[in-house]
């Protein structure tokens, strides 16, 4: 198991940007991807990104792609998720986790979650 951690939630107004962070400590990332989802009430858990234990590979769900970049600093046990030009829809719950792909199915190591509100 990992302790995976996220960070940086909060109310912002549309147009804004938060910067999320999370935090993996206890096994490796080596081989593994770290991925984003969220979660709005009422709504399926949804894909937002992910990244390879290198770095060198990312992936964005449709909604965010231009707006949200993914990236893991140099020891890649931190990745952040830099999110510009946030829009209402964007509020939602958001986990990151450790797996592989792009489907909550394959992630077995969830974080608590970060709340994202953005207001019109």
């Known amino acids: 198991q990992v302790q995976m951690v996220e960070s940086g939630g909060g109310l912002v107004q549309a147009g804004g940007s938060l910067r999320l962070s999370c935090a993996t400590s206890?096994?490796?990332?080596?081989?593994?991807?770290v991925g984003w989802f969220r979660q709005a009430p009422g709504k399926e858990r949804e894909f937002v990104a992910a990244?390879?234990?290198?770095?060198?590979?990312?992936v964005y769900g449709d909604s965010v792609k231009g707006r949200f970049t993914i990236s893991n600093d140099n020891a890649k046990t931190t990745v952040h998720l830099q999110m510009t030009s946030l829009k209402p829809e964007d509020t939602a719950v958001y986990y990151c986790?450790?797996?592989?792909?792009?489907?909550?199915?394959?992630?077995?190591?969830w974080g608590q979650g970060t709340q994202v509100t953005v207001s019109s």
């Open positions: 986790a450790r797996g592989w792909g792009t489907i909550a199915a394959g992630y077995a190591d």
């Open positions: 206890g096994r490796t990332l080596k081989f593994y991807n």
């Open positions: 990244i390879t234990w290198t770095g060198v590979s990312t």
